[in-house]
Each structure stands twice: as structure tokens, then as C-alpha cells.
């Protein structure tokens, strides 16, 4: 009866360990959240889908015009890209703005030029959305 008592404590002891091991575990993942953003990578593959529908993602040839820059909770990069249109080759400059507040991330995008007269209507422009 000794024995069942003394492996009961050791088994409880031993769940209050792993608990408190498991518990950790979240933290790790709001950590790889945290991970610097690709901006070229995130203008081809989320803002230009939205900004022209029409152009197709590996015909965008994207570059970074200004590091990114952070003022309080904002981070924000200058891109422009370059994509084939109906006529011409046709180029786009944003500044792609990232908030974060703790594992959420959000991104909104300002274009200052584009010389597309094609538009798609993008929820991007007016206001934030998680990604």
C-alpha cells in the first residue's frame, strides 16, 4: 500500500512537470510569429493578386526601394514592381505597412504610382487585414 501511495506522489509530480513543459509550448509558436517579414515575397504573393488580379504572380519582378521602418507598432517597406500589361510594361510603387501586436500581424498597403489604368478594387488600400 506504501508503494502505491509513494508512485501515486511521483506520478503527480511527474503530470505537474509535463504541464507545466506543455504549457511552454505556445510561447514558441507566438516566437516563430515574430519572424522578420519577406516583403518582395509578400507584395508578389498577397498585395498584387489583390491589387491586379489579372497579372500573373511569376511575371512580377518585385524590388525593395526602401528598408523597412519602424515608428511605434508600424513597420513599413517601399517596393516597386514591375509587371507586363495589355500594351506595355507598366510599374507600381507601395509602401506596404505591417502592424504587430503580440502573435497578430496585420498589413495594409498605400500605393503612391501606378501606371496601370487597369484597377482591381482592394481591401488592402482602405484598411488593416490579418495575414
Known sequence: MKANIKVAAWLRFALIGFGAAVSILPLSSAVADTAPVD??????????????PTVKADSVSV????????????????????YAGLI??????????VRQS????????????????????CD????????
Not at 63 to 82: I, N, Q, Y
Not at 124 to 131: A, G, R
Open 39 to 52: 516583403y518582395v515575397e509578400l507584395f508578389k504573393t498577397k498585395i498584387m493578386p489583390c491589387l491586379h
Open 88 to 97: 506595355k510594361k507598366n510599374s507600381i510603387q507601395a509602401d506596404i505597412m
Open 102 to 121: 503580440g502573435s497578430i500581424r496585420q498589413l495594409q498597403v498605400k500605393v503612391l504610382s501606378d501606371t496601370s489604368m487597369l484597377h482591381g478594387s
Open 63 to 82: 524590388e525593395l526601394r526602401k528598408e523597412p521602418a519602424t515608428s511605434g507598432d508600424v513597420t513599413t517597406a517601399r517596393v516597386e514592381a514591375f
Open 124 to 131: 488592402l488600400t482602405t484598411s488593416w487585414k490579418d495575414f
